[in-house]
């Protein structure tokens, strides 16, 4: 007999640490590599599972940043931007930086400039934790580290890689992965107000659906703002690994009885999403063809 749906645990504290504890391993795996981009790193932390508390997952942080050898090392830095030049789609890097956002460009010249003697000096990005640090104290850190030698330096960054790693688990651990979207109309050039959209996820451990795919729960529905905008969706259970919008676009794109019934009455889409994240999910649609992205 087929068993019905898991239904999603309830947000509460901790709820990314449920997941990081319960989810299958490649998927950890993926999540943490995100956190820190060395794979001897996150192989370490998800051997390391089932962590009891926040406590624990820091300190297994600790100990696996204190374990890096130099390539491990190297593959961790090579995945941070410059101080200054967050990666285009990179959330965690420009929320970090964010010091460094409105800082004058003058400042933003030199840290280019310094960014580049420091590369030439160490072989390897500026690497500082840099979340609640304005520019100039970036700057003035980076100035300073410049005198160190080469093995001190690569301590203190391995000291600054723990910190950085240690907020983005905080946040994996604390914080369900949230939604956003925003509905464009490309024929019309402009936003598309009114049309209703759902949320749907699926939960690890639930019965498969239809042709063995994934069993979609209902979580939210609401409708776009005058802007096309759908920015109130409540945040998703701590155990969903996939999330469906649903776009009901036929009363957009065909709004009167006498119109043609739309070609794509709605559009769907299925992303996967972990604890942690925001996901922006816009929609660009026309009348014979739509495209969605991740935004920011």
Same mark, same amino acid.
């Given at each position: 007999?087929?068993?019905?749906?898991?239904?999603?645990?309830?947000?509460?504290?901790?709820?990314?640490?449920?997941?990081?504890?319960?989810?299958?391993?490649?998927? +950890?795996?993926?999540?943490?590599?995100?956190?820190?981009?060395?794979?001897?790193?996150?192989?370490?932390?998800?051997? @390391?599972?089932?962590?009891?508390?926040?406590?624990?997952?820091?300190?297994?942080?600790?100990?696996?940043?204190?374990?890096? $050898?130099?390539?491990?090392?190297?593959?961790?830095?090579?995945?941070h931007p410059p101080?200054?030049?967050?990666?285009?789609?990179?959330?965690?890097?420009?929320?970090?930086?964010?010091?460094m956002a409105d @800082?004058?460009?003058?400042?933003?010249?030199?840290?280019?400039?310094?960014?580049?003697?420091?590369?030439?000096?160490?072989?390897?990005?500026?690497?500082?934790?840099?979340?609640?640090? &304005?520019?100039?104290?970036?700057?003035?850190?980076?100035?300073?580290?410049?005198?160190?030698?080469?093995?001190?330096?690569?301590?203190?960054?391995?000291?600054?890689?723990?910190?950085?790693?240690?907020?983005?688990?905080?946040?994996?651990?604390?914080?369900?992965?949230?939604?956003?979207?925003? +509905?464009? $109309?490309?024929?019309?050039?402009?936003?598309?107000?009114? +049309?209703?959209?759902?949320?749907?996820?699926?939960?690890?451990?639930?019965?498969?659906?239809?042709?063995?795919?994934?069993?979609?729960?209902?979580?939210?529905? @609401?409708?776009?703002?005058?802007?096309?905008?759908?920015?109130?969706?409540?945040?998703?259970?701590?155990?969903?690994?996939?999330?469906?919008?649903?776009?009901?676009?036929?009363?957009?794109?065909?709004?009167?009885?006498?119109?043609?019934?739309?070609?794509?009455?709605?559009?769907?889409? &299925?992303?996967?999403?972990?604890?942690?994240?925001?996901?922006?999910?816009?929609?660009?649609?026309?009348?014979?063809?739509? &495209?969605?992205?991740?935004? &920011?």
């Open positions: 007999m087929t068993q019905p749906p898991a239904t999603p645990p309830e947000p509460g504290p901790h709820r990314g640490l449920a997941w990081l504890n319960a989810a299958g391993r490649p998927a +950890v795996l993926a999540a943490l590599r995100r956190v820190c981009a060395s794979r001897a790193w996150a192989e370490r932390l998800a051997a @390391a599972r089932p962590f009891p508390d926040a406590a624990a997952l820091l300190a297994a942080n600790e100990a696996a940043t204190a374990a890096l $050898d130099p390539a491990a090392l190297a593959e961790a830095l090579a995945a101080i200054g030049r967050p990666e285009p789609g990179d959330p965690a890097s420009a929320r970090e930086q964010r010091g @800082a004058p460009e003058a400042l933003r010249a030199e840290m280019t400039d310094l960014n580049l003697a420091y590369q030439e000096r160490f072989g390897h990005v500026f690497l500082i934790c840099a979340t609640g640090l &304005s520019g100039e104290r970036m700057r003035d850190a980076l100035r300073a580290r410049m005198a160190n030698p080469p093995e001190a330096e690569r301590e203190v960054v391995r000291a600054e890689l723990a910190k950085i790693n240690a907020l983005r688990l905080t946040r994996l651990a604390d914080s369900a992965a949230t939604v956003s979207t925003h +509905v464009l $109309d490309t024929a019309a050039g402009r936003p598309a107000a009114g +049309v209703a959209v759902s949320l749907a996820v699926a939960v690890e451990g639930a019965a498969p659906g239809p042709g063995g795919g994934p069993a979609w729960i209902a979580h939210a529905a @609401a409708r776009t703002d005058a802007d096309g905008r759908c920015a109130g969706l409540p945040p998703l259970p701590g155990g969903a690994g996939l999330a469906r919008l649903t776009f009901a676009t036929g009363a957009h794109l065909a709004p009167g009885r006498e119109a043609p019934p739309a070609f794509f009455p709605e559009a769907a889409v &299925s992303f996967a999403v972990v604890p942690g994240e925001h996901y922006h999910v816009p929609l660009l649609l026309s009348p014979y063809g739509y &495209s969605v992205y991740r935004g &920011s």
